[in-house]
């Protein structure tokens, strides 16, 4: 598994880079379905279960119609403050729409014995231009997170609908 | 554009470095409580016909479920109160000092609310009954004081404030300095060998004094301190 993700990255970063770019932005996970091992968690419709702050860095090569992202995001959500690698691709639908696919991973902070964290993510994205540079990118999607290890118990996992709202740095790229 | 990405990423370590919650120690649910969570409280419920309610807020950093044995403790077995513990927002009170209001709107039935805090929660709690004095009867503060900007000196409403003596973040100077704000009836009381984390179950916190108690004793012995206050 580990050398295929090896060649896969390797295939990635050799090829021509077209252009480089970073976003940094808000999310919230409204939350749609809780599993907890430990406690039955009652659920009343939607209910907001976090948010947190992203930072992504893209880069998009000319041989490809994907641009590969590489992030970090601090957010927090029931089981407390988790800092997560976010490591996707996306692509255009036309100019300003697109889908991004990204993969977490990370960490439940805990003071003596964090916990892991692994998860998905699938979203659309809308680009805003201003002075003729896309600025700022909207996201909708759906969400996987499962806490391994919540109080040294059980599994605990969400399936969480985020929006985010991101500020795009960079030559304007999505 | 490095410059920018290097503060950002920089940015979210340091933020990540304060961050890191208190994990609940394991906890054996007592029969007589039925535990009902929510994503916004836990409620735990010991079968009585409610008319007292008790509203908590966490310490700073530590999971609520960590206070699950101060409010399911046996002594409060027989009592006709229910208890509901608030899950703040990144483990932080401060992000939600008033949501006291929601739950009183949530629990109609019962008739005379407390609310009750550990630390920053206390502060918080404090802040709470500052916005809106006519809501509470009582409050219980846990090894903690009201900010600078609160003044409850005149609020009707009835105050106990618990700390233990080898407890070295709540330190008895700051219960002293602020003393003047809170209303003039105000019980102050002292668990002997008890330090600031007893209050809860989840280990040691950092920069705090030793326990000479046990967790569980410290945590009976505040019980029957709040039992007495609230009847």
Redesign the interface.
Known sequence: MIRAILICMLFIFCMKVNS???D?GLMVFP?II?Q?EL??????GL?????G?K?N?QQAYKQSSYNYNLG???S?N?W??Q?LSRLGANTLLDNQTGINIILLNGLA??????AYVFGAEASVFYLIKIKNINRVKLNVGLRFTQNTKY???GNFSFVDLPVSISWL??NGTN | MFKKGCFFVGLLLCITHFSCSYLPKTFEPVESFSITETQKYIEIDNGQQATTGIIFYPGGLVDAHAYLPLFSNTLMANLSVKSVLVKMPLNLAVFDANEAQHVIETYPEIERWFIAGHSLGGAMACTAVNNSPSLFNGMILMAAYPANSVDLSNWAGNVLSVRGSNDLLTKQKDIDNTKKQLPANTQFTTINGGNHAGFGQYGVQSKDGENELSNPSQIDITVEKMINFIL
């Open positions: 480089q770019s970073f940094v939350n809780t907890n406690y039955d968690v009652e659920k009343d209910t907001l279960n976090g948010g702050l930072f860095f970090v995001e601090l927090f029931d407390g403050n800092i902070l805990y003071v003596d014995n964090s109080k040294t118990i740095f960079g």
